[in-house]
């Protein structure tokens, strides 16, 4: 492994200007020190988007058993009072009742004649005639239900066949955890994807805050030189004032450096922890120090072997695939719909007041059927609908993969350009030490201008964060390769093994 540390000619450089470095403060540990690794565990533990995404997981998983439900038997309860305004009775009148013996008056007259004479002894003075002319008026009123009633029944209806709309159901709810899955790991990936982002480009910042110091040092070092030999006479007053102006322009681009760290600092941070976590930090999280390095690895999959990966592994490519499956069962319900439901049902009394048992039995089961023959073309139409969607996700996957494909073949050659772009600085970083060195020799012998010595400077500190940036370019456009392939997680497993590493 090759191993190449930014600022090690430039304090080499700085210590030949300025004297001595302190040993003990560049073996110093940093207690703030902050992986890669941490980084991404912290994000997964507080991001508030992936713990969205999980609470989407858990409704689907909700509505998969709301839909398996339907196999169940559905067993309710339910109580009712009623207060009528008068008691319900049957009624019923003699005449009536003597209707059915019309037909056999003939025989009860002659009957009547006989017994007439017994009648009257034994009746003396009755009016028997008299007496059922009266008893023919007479109604009868037989009670049935008082005016106050009250019923609790409890009742079990189970169905034995939907046809298939349950097996259907379950599918789509299935269907539905796996859609919510497949959101989760591409939320997931995006946010492992910026969180590398923001991570990198706080040590890039960082890198180049570091840069700026050592380059606003030597323009220091390279100015207080200028003046000392201006007073000596060895050089005019114009060379001192260039040197100054370097000097100032060092500082303010210190100061924008600075800026900027802070900025990408808290952008990293805002995803590392919560609000509450963050104010019992304070300004603390500013010393952070992100140590995990900058690196290449040549053992990296091809071209087309990544565009394959894509095609089995992207979250958005399968949610798609899932939705299709939503739509194909959702058209098996609709036709479905041609079939009857069949379904047991039973009913018990639990409890009734002024109902008598003659009236209302305690208990009922039975079975029944309904079977839907028009339904104003409402199955058509689901089964006309669910077509075209199918149709419409067709063509958004094709869509969708052909994008994806695009931006594996843009990613791959960022990929490709930073590593060539790298080899090319890294000749140039070296070059632009060894000018720095001459320079300053040449202006301390009088044979360079101060400008000479501040281009040298520029350059020098140029090439090592166009150094940086290019490691930075390297491994954004990995994490976001291995993100759109479903891979994020192999991103360490490819720092542990790159080929070049900046620290």
Not at 40 to 64: D, R
Request: glycine residues 4%; negative net charge.
């Amino acid at each position: 492994m090759v191993r190449y540390t930014l600022s090690t000619t430039f304090i080499a450089i700085l210590a030949a200007l300025t004297g001595t470095i302190s040993q003990k403060a560049l073996a110093q540990e940093n207690e703030n020190d902050l992986t890669i690794n941490q980084a991404i565990e912290l994000m997964l533990y507080n991001n508030s988007i992936i713990q969205q995404a999980q609470k989407g997981v858990e409704i689907a998983q909700a509505e998969k058993q709301k839909l398996n439900s339907t196999w169940y038997p559905l067993i309710t309860a339910g109580g009712t009072y009623m207060h009528f305004s008068n008691d319900i009775e049957a009624k019923e009148s003699v005449k009536e009742l003597l209707e059915p013996f019309k037909e056999a008056l003939p025989e009860m007259d002659a009957i009547a004649q006989q017994l007439g004479p017994a009648i009257s002894q034994l009746f003396p003075g009755a009016d028997i005639a008299g007496i059922a002319s009266k008893l023919a008026g007479v109604t009868f009123s037989f009670p049935l239900l008082d005016k106050n009633v009250a019923t609790i029944d409890g009742s079990v209806v189970w169905t034995l066949f939907a046809g298939g709309k349950r097996v259907y159901a379950n599918r789509i709810g299935k269907s539905l955890v796996m859609s919510s899955v497949q959101i989760q790991d591409a939320v997931e990936q995006s946010q492992t994807m910026l969180l590398i982002e923001r991570y990198y480009m706080c040590k890039l910042a960082k890198k180049i805050v570091g840069v700026q110091q050592q380059n606003f040092a030597s323009m220091q070092k390279f100015y207080n030189n200028a003046k000392k030999m201006m007073d000596a006479g060895m050089i005019n007053k114009a060379e001192m004032l260039v040197a100054k102006v370097a000097c100032q322009e060092a500082e303010r681009e210190l100061e924008s450096a600075l800026n900027n760290d802070t900025t990408t600092t808290q952008a990293l941070i805002a995803m590392l922890y919560s609000n509450s976590e963050k104010e019992t930090m304070g300004d603390t999280y500013y010393n952070m120090e992100c140590s995990s390095p900058f690196f290449i690895c040549s053992a990296i999959p091809s071209k087309e072997q990544f565009k394959m990966l894509v095609d089995e592994n992207n979250p958005q490519l399968q949610l798609v695939g899932h939705q299709k499956e939503i739509v194909q069962n959702r058209f098996k319900i609709a036709r479905s719909g041609y079939m009857p439901d069949i379904a047991l049902f039973g009913k018990q009394n639990i409890y009734s007041h002024n109902i008598p048992r003659n009236l209302s039995p305690r208990s009922v089961v039975g079975a029944g059927f309904v079977w839907n023959i028009f339904d104003g073309l409402h199955r058509e139409k689901s089964m006309q609908a669910s077509k075209k969607e199918e149709e419409m996700l067709d063509l958004s996957y094709e869509e969708l993969q052909k994008e994806l494909h695009l931006l594996s073949d843009k990613l791959y050659s960022q990929l490709s350009d930073a590593k060539n772009n790298l080899q090319t600085i890294n000749a140039s970083i070296e070059l632009a030490g060894e000018l720095v060195k001459i320079q300053q020799k040449s202006f301390n012998e009088g044979m360079a201008t101060s400008l000479d010595v501040i281009n040298a400077h520029t350059t020098f500190a140029k090439t090592n964060i166009a150094a940086a940036m290019a490691y930075f370019q390297y491994d954004i456009a990995l994490s976001a390769l291995l993100a759109i392939s479903g891979n994020s997680g192999k991103f360490l497993e490819y720092m542990e093994n790159a080929q070049m590493v900046l620290e």
